[in-house]
């Protein structure tokens, strides 16, 4: 039977912190461990990629690539993993499946700024159905269009008109 009174930690669970500067006879006095004197004998040191002075590695190295600051962020989905949320219930195939049907299902957390269609490794075989999305895939469009679908998505001129 455990009693309140015999709980303890597992030996070395607790570790008591190290109290520097207390003295030279606790063998971590005086400079606390830090050495002589100097910048990183001090407090608030920040000298992570300093090399004393010389070019740093990190700024000798050449810099490549571009970040776009207004990127476009999409929800990627397969549509395999639509095909499950059709065959459990979860999406009506019969209407048009856009994003935010796909938030209500479940399928997205957020429609951000469209939605992606691409294919997954297992055959999609609702028919009929109709989807607006922001891309999807050569592959994705000729695979609903032949089950008799549909794949709206908006032209690139009027995505230019919008910006």
Do not use: C, W
Not at 29 to 56: C, D, H, L, W, Y
Not at 73 to 90: E, F
Not at 106 to 128: S, T, Y
């Amino acid at each position: 039977m455990v009693r309140l009174n015999d709980l303890s930690d597992n030996p070395g669970a607790n570790k008591k912190r190290v109290r520097v500067g207390r003295g030279i006879g606790s063998g971590i006095g005086k400079t606390s461990g830090r050495g002589g004197k100097g910048q990183k004998g001090r407090a608030g040191v920040a000298i992570n990629g300093f090399e004393g002075g010389q070019m740093p590695l990190h700024m000798r190295m050449p810099k490549r690539g571009f970040n776009v600051p207004n990127a476009k962020r999409y929800n990627t989905v397969r549509l395999d993993r639509i095909q499950a949320y059709i065959t459990s219930g979860k999406l009506d195939h019969k209407g048009v499946i856009d994003a935010a049907a796909l938030v209500a299902a479940g399928v997205i957390r957020r429609p951000l700024d469209g939605v992606r269609l691409v294919l997954g490794p297992n055959a999609f075989e609702a028919k009929k159905v109709t989807f607006k999305v922001t891309h999807a895939s050569a592959g994705v469009v000729s695979a609903i269009e032949a089950l008799g679908g549909k794949v709206d998505m908006p032209r690139v001129e009027d995505t230019a008109a919008d910006a």
